[in-house]
């Protein structure tokens, strides 16, 4: 229910007015001139209107009091209706939880408009809303102004119909049904947006899961490794630790032999050198003997370098074969990251075809100079192999060199020591068998000399194979981890370990299958954690995806089931307006017949085609206008442009109050449509609004007795030399005579 009207520099309403609405009908009464007019225009402005010309002005400063000779003009203009809403539940008429609604409009004179409800400031849309949940539209179909009753009459079909659906309430379900849509139309640019994040992403996925799908085989290679590189450590152990054994047990036999001849053939020496010339030639062979240690001492120390730099050269001879067999260079990744960056920085810099054409050159360039750079550093690393085994093989033919001038001289000692015993042992003929037993045990001595020599050569050998070993196996703990080298030693007596031939074969393989996993790459942490985010991202987009999906079918079905909706409650209300309005144009002209007809759609001509599918939807979806049909009593009509001024203003006001009378709004602003009306007719009018009143509050703004005496509560509006329209109280008796 309209409780009242708060106006406060609107029009010529320059001072704070009220106008209180407690009656069922109330008359506006007024000369000329005076505002009364400007009331009802305050209603359009508080609900919303935005169209100046349904308010009577050209700018927004044309609806603020605009000043007097003797009245300042007013800064703003607000306008103020107060609702009643204390009925319960779905009887109120506001869905909001208050006893009294009041809607305010304020505007500035710089255009600016504030919205505010109970206070509370809101956009026009929440307005609209909830005037459109209380059956009061923004078509004005509750607002009739002076001159604007046929306005419905005169109004295109479409336009008609929206008139019409404002009035039946459906106004709301229009709201429903445009947020359904606007949500729609989101949903279905996410789901294009999703759509093209998934598109990007597809490339780099793919790309991502052939990188993994590499790990795996470089995994299996790892797996392959770890279980040979366990054989043949676990093999070349135990081979190591046999031959380590024979070789000191060797050793050591003859150094226990060589002392015992060494102790033998010297007491033999003594007694066999009893005179000067025995003892000088005694003197020649320790001398001779004591050269021939140094020989010995520094051909064992010759054979351990020699074994070092054969060890050297045949690690560095196995590694320059790998590199030569290798047909990649690995880049180091901030080598390639910075090649990506330069060629990025480039593409974002090229905004033009010329710029396009620079940026492929200098794009080209700079991945010529790095694959240039990197092919050079290839070729210098080979270099570097090819020189490093070059100095071995140097160092190697001079260490052979020296060994083979120790073993001439070592030759030379051995021939003069050899002289010198058979001068000694010919110095006695008479101790033959003793000079023989000399020459028996200094040939003894030579042999196990040599033994002793040849057994430190074999342990400087198997100390190399060690280490070789121990490089080996840093090798692959670094390539696969600690698992290939944690394994179970093997019995010595095992067949594997002395069957050299396989252990070179399992070697082999071991090789090849190093360099296999060392061209797949490392562990690729870095790329299964990518794979596995963009994995995660790519899931998420899939089911965000299909949570859009869904989301826009429902939509699509709310859309469907709201246009069911809005045809059904439509065709119920166009066969209760058309009940109402027959109704009212019978008493309106004493007969005749009155009626709202939908518009026929043109139908495409025969073979005409649409040019897509979405043009077909669209005319499928296209609604149907409303057309008056009238017929005069003893007059025919082919249209309403046909009627007079006096016919259309009662076929509107029929027509109005029929729309009124099938889904009433809470109030009904009437201004001056009865202007036109003849004393018969005005009656009528009065009758009608009678009628109305039952069911809707009635504010008339009029001039005609007849109007004014059928009112609860009359206004008068007066306007003074100051240009201020002010508001006069006149009991209902009074209003009566004035009137009469």
Known sequence: MLKRLEIVGFKSFAKKTVLDFLSATTAIVGPNGSGKSNVAEAFRFALGEQSMKSMRGRRTEDLIFNGSHSVPRANRAAVAIVFDNR?????????????EVVIERAVLRDGTSEYSINGSKVRLRDIEELLAGANIGETGHHIISQ??????????????????????????????????????????DNIMQVNSLRRELAPHLRFLESQVKKLERADELRKELTSLAQTYFAIEDAYLSVEKGKAAEGKRDSAERLAVTSVELANIEEQATTDVEGAKHLEFVRKTEREIERINSERSTLARSIGRVEGALSVATDRSTRVAQESYVKVPRED?????????????????????????????????????????????????????IQTLQNERAELLANESVLSGELEQAKSELAQHREALTAHDETGRDLRRLILDLAQAKAHEEGMVARSEAREHELALLAEALEREKVEILVLVGVAAVSYEP???????????????????????TKIRLEEAGGTGEDIRQEHKEVSTREAFLATELEDLARSAEGLRALIGDLDTELAK???????????????????????GNARLVLEELEAPEEGALLESEEENNEKTKERSGIEISVSLPKKKVRSLMQLSGGERALTSIALIFAMSQVNPPPFLILDETDAALDEANSRRYGDMIENLAKQSQLIVITHNRETMSRANTLYGVTMGGDGVSRLLSVKFDEAIAVAK
């Open 336 to 388: 390639l990251s910075g090649l990506v960056k330069e060629v990025e920085k480039q593409a974002a810099e090229a905004t033009t075809p010329e710029a396009v054409l620079a940026a492929f050159t200098a794009i080209r360039q700079v991945i010529v100079a790095f694959v240039n750079r990197f092919v050079v550093s290839a070729e210098d690393t080979r270099f570097e192999e090819e020189h490093a």
């Open 490 to 512: 093997l019995s010595p007596t095992d067949g594997a370990v002395n069957d050299r031939s396989a252990h070179e074969a399992r070697k082999r393989t071991l090789e090849r």
């Open 569 to 591: 409650y439509f065709s119920e209300g166009l066969a209760k307006v058309n009940a109402s309005f027959g109704e009212y144009f019978a008493l309106m002209f004493d007969g």
């Open 147 to 188: 001159g604007e009753a046929d306005r419905i009459l005169l109004a295109s079909p479409r336009d008609r119909r929206a008139m019409l659906e404002d009035a039946l309430g459906l106004k709301v379900y229009e709201f429903k049904k445009q947020e359904a849509q606007k949500k729609l139309v989101r949903t279905e």
């Open 87 to 99: 009925s319960r539940g779905e009887h109120r008429p506001f869905r909001i939880d208050f006893d």
